[in-house]
C-alpha cells in the first residue's frame, strides 16, 4: 500500500493533538490503533499467563504469545524460531549477551565496540569488564561519524577480539556503518558480532540470515510497538551454549534440592512471567509496518530528512553533526545552534509543541569525539510531514534571537 501519510496519521491517536510536532521518534515511537486494540483485547478477552496452564485462556495466551515469537522471526527472517528470545527491552537484551555468554571469556579477551554507540552497547561490556577482567576497545569514526575500517582491522589483528558490538544505525548521526563488511572482517579473524538495532529496526529491512550477523537487538517500543518488550536474535548453536541470564520459572527443566538445569532455548532465557500482552503488541506492529513497502517508507523519511537538512542548514549559527550526504542519512539528524544550550533550545521548541530531543542521547563517547557536551536532535517516523519539519525553521529562528 503506498503511503498517504493523513490517512497513516489517523491511524495514531496521539497525532490527533494538534498542538504537537512529534519529532522524537528515535527515542520512542508513537503506536497506531492497531497496536493498542490487539493489546486491548487480548486483556479483555484471552488474557491469561502463557505456558503454565492446561485451562483455555492459558492455551490461548500461549498461542498468542509464540505467534508473536513467529511474527519476529519473520520481521528478522531468523532461520529459527527458537533464536528469538523476548526481553524487555533491547538494552536488557544486549546485557543479556554480555551476562551470559560474556561470562566466558578471559582476561586477554576484547570486546570491541565503536565510537558510534549508546551506553546500552557501552555499560553492559565495561560491567563485563569487571566481571572476567575482559577488554573493551574503541573501533574510531571519522568526523562525520563514518566507522575508520583501518581502526577495526587494527583491534582484529591482534587476534583477541572475541565480539564485535556495534550499532546498525547511529541514533545521534543518523549514518549507517558498513555491517557486511564489518561482519566478514570479524568473523574472519575469529570475533562474533552483535547489532544493536534499535534504531535500525524502524527505518528499514533486517535479514539476519543475509547479514550473518550472531546477536541483534531491538526494542518494541521504537518500531510502533509497546514499551516492555525488546528481542535478542541469537544464532542457535551460539543460545544453546549460553548459560541462563536470570534465574526463576519457566527457565527450568528440573528444579531439584540441590539444584536446577535450565529449559531450552528460547525458554532458558524467559525467567518468569512475561510480558505477554507486550508481545501481542509487538506482533501488532509488525504486522502494521508490513502493509507498507520498505522501499516507500524510506523514501518518505528521506525527503523529511532532506528538508530537515535544508531548514537546518538555511538558519544562522547551526552546525549539523554527521555525513555531509543527506543519502547517508537515516532517521534522525543532530546539530548544535550557536549561542544556545541544546537544553534551552528543545525548552523553547517544546512551548511551542515541538517535541524534540537535547544532550548526550546517552552517546557520551561520541559527544566527546565530535568535541561538544550536547546536541538537539530532529528524528522522523513514518506518519511526519514536511510542514512539520517547516515549523522547525522560525521556532529555532525565534529562539536564536531570544538568546542573542
Ligand atoms: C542505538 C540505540 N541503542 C540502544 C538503545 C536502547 O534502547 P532501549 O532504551 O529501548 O533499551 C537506544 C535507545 O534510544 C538506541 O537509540
Given at each position: 500500500m503506498a503511503l498517504t501519510i493523513p490517512a497513516i496519521r489517523r491511524q495514531?491517536?496521539?497525532?490527533?493533538?494538534?498542538?504537537l510536532t512529534y519529532l522524537d521518534t528515535a527515542a520512542t515511537a508513537q503506536k497506531p490503533q492497531a497496536v493498542l486494540d490487539a493489546m486491548r483485547e487480548f486483556y479483555e478477552r484471552s488474557y491469561a499467563n502463557p505456558h503454565?496452564?492446561?485451562?483455555i485462556l492459558a492455551e490461548e495466551a500461549t498461542v498468542a504469545f509464540e505467534d508473536a515469537r513467529k511474527s519476529v522471526q519473520r520481521f528478522l527472517n531468523a532461520?529459527?524460531?527458537?533464536?528469538i528470545v523476548f526481553t524487555k527491552n533491547c538494552t536488557e537484551a544486549i546485557n543479556l549477551v554480555a551476562r551470559s555468554w560474556g561470562?566466558?571469556?578471559?582476561?586477554?579477551d576484547a570486546i570491541a565496540v565503536s565510537l558510534l554507540e549508546h551506553h546500552s552497547n557501552i555499560v553492559p561490556w565495561f560491567q563485563c569488564r569487571e566481571q572476567t577482567g575482559a577488554q573493551v576497545a574503541w573501533i574510531e569514526i571519522d568526523?562525520?561519524?563514518?566507522?575508520l575500517l583501518d581502526s577495526l582491522d587494527r583491534l582484529l589483528a591482534?587476534?583477541?577480539?572475541k565480539l564485535v558490538a556495534i550499532t546498525a544505525?547511529?541514533?545521534?548521526?543518523g549514518v549507517r556503518p558498513p555491517l557486511e563488511e564489518i561482519i566478514c572482517r570479524a568473523h574472519a579473524a575469529g570475533a562474533l558480532v552483535l547489532l544493536d538495532a534499535a534504531q535500525a529496526a524502524g527505518h528499514g529491512p533486517i535479514d539476519v540470515q543475509k547479514l550473518d550477523c550472531d546477536f541483534l537487538a531491538f526494542s518494541g517500543h521504537k518500531i510502533y510497538g509497546p514499551t516492555g518488550i525488546g528481542v535478542l536474535y541469537a544464532k542457535r548453536e551460539i543460545l544453546e551454549a549460553m548459560p541462563p541470564f536470570l534465574g526463576g520459572?519457566?527457565?527450568?527443566r528440573e528444579v531439584r534440592e540441590d539444584g536446577f538445569s535450565p529449559a531450552d532455548i528460547p525458554l532458558r532465557f524467559e525467567?518468569?512471567?512475561?510480558?505477554v500482552a507486550e508481545a501481542i503488541g509487538l506482533r501488532a506492529a509488525i504486522e502494521w509496518g508490513e502493509q507498507f513497502t520498505w522501499k516507500d517508507r524510506i523514501a518518505h523519511e528521506r525527503e523529511l530528512l532532506k528538508r530537515a537538512t535544508s531548514v537546518l542548514s538555511g538558519i544562522d549559527g547551526v552546525s549539523l553533526l554527521g555525513p555531509?550526504?543527506?543519502?547517508?542519512?537515516?532517521?534522525c539528524i543532530s546539530f548544535t545552534v550557536e549561542g544556545i544550550h541544546p537544553h534551552d533550545l528543545t525548552d523553547i521548541l517544546g512551548r511551542k509543541g515541538i517535541c524534540m530531543r537535547a544532550g548526550h542521547h546517552c552517546t557520551q563517547p561520541l559527544h566527546r569525539r565530535l568535541g561538544i557536551i550536547a546536541s538537539t536532535r530532529l528524528s522522523v517516523g513514518i506518519y511526519n510531514t514536511l510542514e512539520e519539519i517547516d515549523r522547525v525553521g522560525p521556532a529555532i529562528t525565534d529562539a536564536r534571537a531570544r538568546f542573542a
Amino acid at each position: 500500500m503506498a503511503l498517504t501519510i493523513p490517512a497513516i496519521r489517523r491511524q495514531f491517536p496521539l497525532l490527533a493533538r494538534e498542538d504537537l510536532t512529534y519529532l522524537d521518534t528515535a527515542a520512542t515511537a508513537q503506536k497506531p490503533q492497531a497496536v493498542l486494540d490487539a493489546m486491548r483485547e487480548f486483556y479483555e478477552r484471552s488474557y491469561a499467563n502463557p505456558h503454565r496452564g492446561m485451562h483455555i485462556l492459558a492455551e490461548e495466551a500461549t498461542v498468542a504469545f509464540e505467534d508473536a515469537r513467529k511474527s519476529v522471526q519473520r520481521f528478522l527472517n531468523a532461520e529459527h524460531l527458537e533464536e528469538i528470545v523476548f526481553t524487555k527491552n533491547c538494552t536488557e537484551a544486549i546485557n543479556l549477551v554480555a551476562r551470559s555468554w560474556g561470562s566466558q571469556l578471559k582476561k586477554k579477551d576484547a570486546i570491541a565496540v565503536s565510537l558510534l554507540e549508546h551506553h546500552s552497547n557501552i555499560v553492559p561490556w565495561f560491567q563485563c569488564r569487571e566481571q572476567t577482567g575482559a577488554q573493551v576497545a574503541w573501533i574510531e569514526i571519522d568526523d562525520e561519524g563514518h566507522i575508520l575500517l583501518d581502526s577495526l582491522d587494527r583491534l582484529l589483528a591482534k587476534g583477541d577480539v572475541k565480539l564485535v558490538a556495534i550499532t546498525a544505525l547511529s541514533n545521534v548521526l543518523g549514518v549507517r556503518p558498513p555491517l557486511e563488511e564489518i561482519i566478514c572482517r570479524a568473523h574472519a579473524a575469529g570475533a562474533l558480532v552483535l547489532l544493536d538495532a534499535a534504531q535500525a529496526a524502524g527505518h528499514g529491512p533486517i535479514d539476519v540470515q543475509k547479514l550473518d550477523c550472531d546477536f541483534l537487538a531491538f526494542s518494541g517500543h521504537k518500531i510502533y510497538g509497546p514499551t516492555g518488550i525488546g528481542v535478542l536474535y541469537a544464532k542457535r548453536e551460539i543460545l544453546e551454549a549460553m548459560p541462563p541470564f536470570l534465574g526463576g520459572g519457566k527457565m527450568i527443566r528440573e528444579v531439584r534440592e540441590d539444584g536446577f538445569s535450565p529449559a531450552d532455548i528460547p525458554l532458558r532465557f524467559e525467567a518468569g512471567t512475561q510480558p505477554v500482552a507486550e508481545a501481542i503488541g509487538l506482533r501488532a506492529a509488525i504486522e502494521w509496518g508490513e502493509q507498507f513497502t520498505w522501499k516507500d517508507r524510506i523514501a518518505h523519511e528521506r525527503e523529511l530528512l532532506k528538508r530537515a537538512t535544508s531548514v537546518l542548514s538555511g538558519i544562522d549559527g547551526v552546525s549539523l553533526l554527521g555525513p555531509r550526504s543527506v543519502d547517508e542519512r537515516s532517521s534522525c539528524i543532530s546539530f548544535t545552534v550557536e549561542g544556545i544550550h541544546p537544553h534551552d533550545l528543545t525548552d523553547i521548541l517544546g512551548r511551542k509543541g515541538i517535541c524534540m530531543r537535547a544532550g548526550h542521547h546517552c552517546t557520551q563517547p561520541l559527544h566527546r569525539r565530535l568535541g561538544i557536551i550536547a546536541s538537539t536532535r530532529l528524528s522522523v517516523g513514518i506518519y511526519n510531514t514536511l510542514e512539520e519539519i517547516d515549523r522547525v525553521g522560525p521556532a529555532i529562528t525565534d529562539a536564536r534571537a531570544r538568546f542573542a
